[in-house]
């Protein structure tokens, strides 16, 4: 039997957290703050999902691979946290699977994510204003990315409270945009405008579609019993 170190573990983490990073939804739960790479912003595509899905598949399979039982308690204890990790992973992606279930996925990785990019008080630094913008000029793209995903899978209880969160989206935001613009620096006017009006524009679009879709949306929101086992057993490790 090969033998496993706790360097390995180590490794496994560390290029996890670094890959969760890099692909953890913005959740409007618990509002994990995470540092994100530089340039980053969501990519919720067909493309995007699949790869998420092998490179899981991989990390899960690196962890399996570890033996820790000889461990001292303490490294078993992280060993069993990664694994963890790893399966809420799994939850959140092919078991709950909020980017084919639930609108308001959508709005978190739109709205939640401009909330967040607010939170923290001023300066609004170079750096900080590019990103809101980038951040804003991602929404089509992901509204677009919602529609196809959801398609013949949401459900309407769950769109129904996206709805809610859209409405008067077009005023809201351009409260928003008029109260931000002069606090930002190193950006472009012309662009934020454009920003934010193709921000509402593709919202709007959202809300609009997700009307049109509802009488055709399930109603059954539970995952099942064996889903919530695996939760309990594997994430909470009860």
């Known amino acids: 039997m090969t033998t496993s170190t706790y360097d390995q573990l180590q490794q496994l983490a560390q290029d996890f957290w670094t890959w969760r990073a890099a ?58 946290l990664i694994g963890s990790a790893i399966a809420r992973v799994h939850w959140e992606l092919n078991v709950t699977r909020g980017q084919e279930r639930n609108p308001g996925f959508y709005v978190d990785q739109t709205l939640g ?36 995903n959801l398609a013949g899978k949401a459900i309407r209880p769950f769109a129904l409270a996206a709805l809610e969160k859209l409405v008067a989206v077009k005023s809201r935001l351009t409260k928003v945009g008029t109260a931000l613009g002069p606090f930002l620096s190193g950006v472009n006017s012309k662009e934020f405008n454009q920003s934010f009006t193709d921000a509402i524009n593709a919202l709007e679009s959202f809300h609009d579609w997700l009307n049109g879709e509802l009488d055709g949306m399930t109603e059954e929101t539970a995952v099942g019993r064996e889903a919530y086992i695996y939760f309990l057993k594997h994430v909470a490790l009860m």
């Open 113 to 148: 994510l401009l909330f967040l990019s607010l939170l923290k008080p001023s300066p609004f630094t170079d750096g900080r204003s590019q990103a809101i913008v980038r951040y804003l000029q991602s929404f089509p793209a992901t509204v677009a990315n919602a529609k196809e």
């Open 23 to 80: 692909n953890q939804p913005i959740s409007s739960d618990d509002i994990p703050r995470i540092e994100r790479p530089d340039d980053w912003v969501p990519d919720w595509s067909r493309e995007a999902i699949a790869r998420r899905r092998s490179e899981l598949s991989e990390f899960a399979a690196r962890h399996e691979a570890i033996n820790a039982q000889s461990w001292p308690l303490s490294q078993q204890v992280d060993y069993r």
